[in-house]
C-alpha cells in the first residue's frame, strides 16, 4: 500500500505476495557433475541497506544470470566493491581448503540464507571448522572443492569457475559429505526426501 510517490510514510501496512508451486529438485547427473560458474561484471555493494535482506528486487540477479547464461554456465559469482566474493546469484557460496569449512561473512554483502546457517551448524556437530570472512577469488580458485546453498538447491557442488576446475573439477568429500547430512536434516525436519 501507499501512493504514487516512494515514501514510506503512507505505507502503513505491508505488502505480501507469496506463490507457490510444486518443488521439482535438480536431477541426481547434476549434482554428480555440480554447476559451472563465472565471475558476474555486476559489483555487489556490500554497504547496500538491500544486501542483508531478501526483498522483490531481483533485477541485478536477473542480469547476473543473463551472463551466466550467455557464457554456458548455470552460476554467476558476484564480486563486492571492496573485491571480495560475496555470492552467487541467489545462492550462498562455501569453499574448501584442506580440512577447513570457508564462506563469505555477512559484512561482505551477503544474504545469509537459511540453508547456509543450516550448513555452518551441520559443519560444527561433524567437527569441521569454518571460518567467515572477506576471501578473494584466487582463495575460491585455489580451493580444494567448492559449493552453493539455496533452499531449492541445497547443497551443489561448484566444480568449475570461468572454465578453471575448482579442486578436481568434481564433486569433493565434504562438499558430499555435508549434502548427505544436509538431506538427513531435511528429512528429519519435513518428513521428506
Same mark, same amino acid.
Given at each position: 500500500e501507499g501512493g504514487m510517490t516512494p515514501d514510506a510514510s503512507h505505507c502503513r501496512k505491508p505488502t505480501a505476495l507469496i506463490t507457490a508451486e510444486r518443488y521439482k529438485p535438480h536431477p541426481e547427473s547434476v549434482y554428480k557433475s555440480g554447476f559451472k560458474a563465472i565471475v558476474s561484471q555486476l559489483t555487489r555493494y556490500s554497504g547496500s541497506p538491500l544486501? *542483508?535482506?531478501?526483498?522483490?528486487?531481483?533485477?541485478?540477479?536477473?542480469?547476473?544470470?543473463?551472463?551466466? +547464461?550467455?557464457?554456458?554456465?548455470? =552460476? /554467476? +559469482?558476484r564480486i563486492n566493491d571492496r573485491g571480495f566474493i560475496a555470492e552467487a546469484i541467489m545462492s550462498n557460496i562455501f569453499f574448501i581448503a584442506g580440512d577447513i569449512l570457508m564462506t563469505p561473512s555477512p559484512e561482505s554483502g551477503i544474504l545469509p540464507g537459511i540453508t547456509r546457517e543450516a550448513v555452518i551448524e551441520l /559443519?560444527?556437530?561433524?567437527?569441521? &571448522? %569454518? +571460518?567467515?570472512?572477506?576471501? %578473494?577469488? /584466487?582463495?575460491?580458485?585455489?580451493?580444494?572443492? /567448492?559449493?552453493? %546453498?539455496? #533452499?531449492?538447491? =541445497? &547443497?551443489m557442488p561448484l566444480t568449475s569457475i570461468d *572454465?578453471? @576446475?575448482? *579442486?578436481? *573439477?568434481? @564433486?569433493? #568429500? +565434504?562438499t558430499e559429505r555435508l549434502r548427505s547430512e544436509y538431506k538427513g536434516l531435511v528429512k528429519d525436519e519435513t518428513g521428506n526426501s
Open positions: 544486501a *542483508g535482506i531478501k526483498s522483490a528486487n531481483y533485477l541485478e540477479n536477473m542480469l547476473a544470470k543473463r551472463e551466466a +547464461i550467455g557464457a554456458g554456465a548455470d =552460476e /554467476a +559469482i /559443519a560444527g556437530r561433524l567437527g569441521i &571448522v %569454518t +571460518i567467515e570472512r572477506h576471501f %578473494t577469488m /584466487a582463495e575460491l580458485i585455489g580451493a580444494d572443492e /567448492a559449493f552453493l %546453498t539455496n #533452499s531449492l538447491i =541445497e &547443497v *572454465g578453471k @576446475p575448482v *579442486g578436481s *573439477g568434481k @564433486p569433493g #568429500s +565434504i
